[in-house]
C-alpha cells in the first residue's frame, strides 16, 4: 500500500490491489461513499494509459468549479480479466464511468495532447451527463 500527497491539496490517496497487477486510487475523505466513480481500463507497458493515469492523478488535485476531489478511480488491468481483454486490447486506454446502477458508460478517448485542465473539465462534464 502507497501514499501519494499533493502540496497543493494535501489531498491523499491510497492504491490498493483489486487484482493482479490493478489497483484503485480514491482520495481519502470524509466523503468515502463517493457516486462518482470512473475505471480506466488499462495493462503494464502501455505509455498512453500511463500518461492517462499521471494526468488523471493531477486533475483529481485540481480544484474550481470542474472538482474531481470526490470522484473514485478504479484502474483495472486487462491483462488479468480475459473479458477485458477481450473488450479493450485494442482501444486502451478505456476510461468508462460508473453509473448509479453499476453498468458502465465508456467515456469519448481523450486526446494524449490535452492539458490536465482539459482532461478535468472534459471529465467533469461527462460525470455531469
Known amino acids: 500500500m ?3 500527497r499533493t502540496r497543493a491539496q494535501r489531498a491523499r490517496w ?3 490491489p483489486l487484482a493482479s497487477s490493478s489497483f484503485s486510487a480514491k482520495p481519502i475523505s470524509s466523503s468515502a461513499s463517493s457516486s462518482r466513480k470512473l475505471v480506466l ?13 499521471e494526468k488523471l ?4 488535485t485540481l480544484s474550481g468549479p470542474d472538482s474531481l476531489h470526490d ?3 478504479q484502474i483495472r488491468d ?5 473479458e477485458w481483454e477481450k473488450a479493450y486490447q485494442y482501444e ?7 453509473l448509479s446502477d453499476g453498468t458502465e458508460e465508456t467515456l469519448p478517448r481523450l486526446s494524449p ?6 482532461v478535468q473539465k472534459k471529465i467533469a462534464a461527462a460525470l455531469k451527463q
Request: proline share 7%; charged share 15%; glycine share 6%.
Open 78 to 82: 486487462i491483462t488479468s480479466n480475459p
Open 92 to 98: 486502451i486506454p478505456v476510461l468508462a464511468k460508473v
Open 2 to 4: 502507497a501514499f501519494l
Open 71 to 73: 470522484v473514485e478511480l
Open 57 to 60: 492523478l493531477v486533475a483529481f
Open 113 to 118: 495532447r490535452l492539458g490536465v485542465e482539459l
Open 14 to 16: 491510497v492504491l490498493t
Open 41 to 53: 481500463y488499462s495493462k503494464p507497458g502501455c505509455c498512453l494509459c500511463d500518461g492517462l493515469k
